[in-house]
């Protein structure tokens, strides 16, 4: 006669194969995003607040949007990290082909939008969506599945790079027609940054960079980004025109000194730098944290890219690899040219500091590409965790 309890192992076994769950995933990366996310709402707020009552007659309009999408954002990420990474890899053309028709619609009337002189944007119910956000996380998805499946094919002309190359003429040259040139150079580098980790040939590589870099110095020393070059060469030659944002940045980080004139009280806001809830938020942090507020910024972002580093070199196979550092290495280009611009050591040019500048397809997006962060280190093994 059997014994009740005979079978009570197997059904023990299936039922804690069936609760097998996986590791949990970074806490260092979730509080470095939620850290730069809830001080980006709070300084959105401080440099909106005169802005906002112009343009909306309202002056919390600009944080309410903020505050939506920053709260969107985080469940988005949280939603994100619960999806097995290895499902982009089967869709990654997919979603490729997806960006390049969204980012062609900006042009068709009736849905893209035009704001700033440019079209980036369109409209989905009422909601505008700025769709080179989108392309920028399909060019990576695409980008790692492609590079996992040549393998070492990567060294090769037609194999490794003719495509890659193929690939940058038309997203970037569909962005640069927008025109977003701030975007296109991003893309670019982000192709050729995950060409280099892949083990692409460096000669054809190093072609590539200067194709990009010498394409990129034309396009700024012609037409009206030429202006922006002779601000950037000598500020001092046009204060109330093209040198007016890059003067009060400097201004405002100045005037903070170590401490900052305290939250709420900075005075470059009052309309002396042009919209500071967006690209020059940072000089609108410095002025009034100061210093130390500054530097609180760049160790989180460091902290943040060191943890995707590092996500990236213990992922468990190469696709995961290569998408965590496309994902990082994202967040730091941006956090680099922002910070340039800021501290005029480059020309201006349009890019938002991640998780903290006004915009709400920017931070949506880019907390959907950290969720995916975040699903990867959950299926880091154990053994492979160091820190």
Request: net charge positive; charged share 10%; glycine share 10%.
């Amino acid at each position: 006669m059997k014994s009740a309890v005979s079978g009570n192992p197997n059904k023990k076994q299936k039922k804690s194969v069936r609760r097998k769950k996986t590791s949990p995933s970074d806490f260092w990366i979730t509080f470095c995003i939620i850290t730069l996310t809830c001080i980006g709402v709070m300084m959105v707020f401080s440099a909106s607040i005169y802005q906002s009552g112009a343009i909306y007659d309202d002056q919390y309009a600009i944080f309410q949007k903020q505050l939506l999408f920053s709260v969107v954002g985080i469940f988005t990420m949280f939603f994100v990290s619960r999806i097995n990474y290895k499902i982009y890899q089967k869709y990654a053309f997919h979603l490729l082909v997806l960006s390049i028709v969204l980012l062609l619609l900006v042009f068709v009337p009736g849905i893209g939008h035009y704001a700033n002189g440019a079209y980036r944007w369109i409209r989905i119910f009422g909601v505008s969506l700025q769709t080179s956000e989108v392309a920028k996380i399909a060019v990576i998805i695409f980008m790692a599945a492609s590079l996992t499946s040549i393998k070492d094919k990567v060294r090769t002309f037609r194999v490794g790079f003719l495509p890659y190359m193929f690939l940058m003429v038309v997203v970037c040259g569909i962005i640069i027609m927008q025109p977003n040139l701030s975007t296109t150079l991003i893309i670019a580098m982000i192709i050729i940054g995950m060409l280099f980790v892949a083990g692409g040939n460096m000669i054809y590589l190093g072609s590539l960079f200067g194709s990009v870099a010498a394409a990129a110095v034309y396009l700024i020393l012609t037409g009206w980004r030429k202006d922006r070059w002779e601000a950037f060469i000598n500020p001092e030659s046009n204060l109330t025109g093209t040198g007016w944002q890059s003067r009060q940045s400097i201004l405002a980080l100045g005037s903070g000194g170590v401490f900052g004139q305290g939250l709420g009280n900075g005075k470059q806001k009052m309309f002396f730098l042009p919209e500071p809830q967006n690209d020059f938020i940072y000089a609108h942090i410095g002025e009034e944290l100061g210093l130390i507020g500054t530097l609180i910024i760049l160790i989180l972002f460091l902290v943040l890219i060191w943890r995707g580093i590092k996500v990236s070199m213990e992922a468990p196979d190469t696709f995961s690899s290569l998408l965590a550092f496309g994902l990082i290495f994202m967040i730091g280009i941006q956090v680099v040219i922002n910070i340039a611009v800021v501290t005029q050591l480059i020309p201006v040019t349009g890019i938002p500091l991640p998780f903290i500048s006004a915009g709400g397809t920017s931070i949506v997006f880019l907390m959907g590409g950290m969720g995916i962060m975040l699903n990867i280190s959950k299926h880091i093994p154990s053994k492979r965790r160091k820190i």
